[in-house]
């Protein structure tokens, strides 16, 4: 299984990494921490060296209740940032990380390679049309409603079953479209207690059905630091933990805030099954 990413194709038969970096000054973990260019780009120089495939570059926190932030502003955030990292590593693979169709487009124009949508096209209608026009990867997360509201919408009669539907609709949607390289996100968190985000989880193996890579993100997120009763900043064992064990449930991109842990788990995993 592969994916065309600027003209290289991405074999996925091996699991990937891939590198959060937030342009954000509100994120759970890392909101505000790279306050330099020179601060930024040592953190992409590292995820690079520690073996990340792609670099997710977010400018709009997705954590629950998250104040909005106008599209003038993600784009005076993003745009810059993606300009002075393919400057200095203009091999790297950039993700964009958005539910509005026109950072979408923009940042594909300034060299981003992957669109990482938190809402599969549901926050903005332009945005799968615009995805099908750049030719380029799209990540399809599971959300209902919006940061903002979405842990009111944490209701299921059986989650797993209602998450396979959304996908298959979205998936059917993008297909119309004509988009062709598509990547689905559980959104473990979003809108979703951690009881449900453990259970699916636990059911990861059944989004194989859907035939698409997957994608899992539970970096330090409270599902993890909430049950161990630790900071976030303490919450890397755990995350490990999890990455592991969606590993062995046919996770075939990780993404991370620790890229070399997690590739050592994608390293020792492969051994064990060689």
């Not at 393919?86 to 992957?114: C, M, N, Q, Y």
């Amino acid at each position: 299984m592969t994916i065309n990413c600027k003209g290289q194709l991405v074999d996925l038969s091996t699991p990937k990494v891939m590198g959060i970096l937030n342009c954000t000054p509100n994120s759970f973990y890392d909101g505000g921490k790279y306050k330099t260019e020179k601060e930024l780009l040592e953190q992409v120089e590292k995820m690079l060296l520690e073996g990340a495939t792609f670099i997710d570059i977010g400018a709009y926190s997705s954590k629950p209740n998250a104040e909005m932030v106008s599209e003038q502003e993600e784009l005076e955030r993003i745009v810059p940032v993606l300009h002075l990292i393919l400057k200095h590593f203009p091999d790297s693979i950039l993700s964009i990380d958005t539910f509005r169709s026109e950072v979408a487009r923009i940042g594909i124009e300034a060299g981003a390679a992957i669109i990482n949508d938190i809402s599969a096209g549901n926050l903005d209608e332009k945005m799968m049309e615009t995805v099908a026009k750049l030719q380029v990867p799209y990540i399809m997360m599971h959300l209902k409603g919006t940061p903002q509201s979405m842990q009111s919408f944490a209701n299921y009669e059986n989650i797993v079953k209602e998450m396979l539907f959304y996908f298959s609709e979205r998936v059917a949607k993008a297909r119309s479209f004509g988009i062709n390289d598509l990547i689905i996100d559980p959104g473990f968190g979003f809108a979703k207690t951690a009881t449900q985000s453990y259970e699916v989880l636990q059911k990861l193996e059944l989004f194989q059905m859907l035939e698409l890579p997957l994608l899992v993100g539970v970096s330090r997120k409270s599902m993890i630091y909430k049950i161990l009763g630790v900071p976030p900043d303490e919450a890397l064992n755990g995350t490990t933990i999890l990455n592991t064990y969606a590993l062995t449930k046919g996770a075939q991109i990780l993404r991370v805030h620790d890229v070399k842990e997690a590739v050592e788990c994608v390293k020792l995993y492969d051994k064990i099954n060689m």
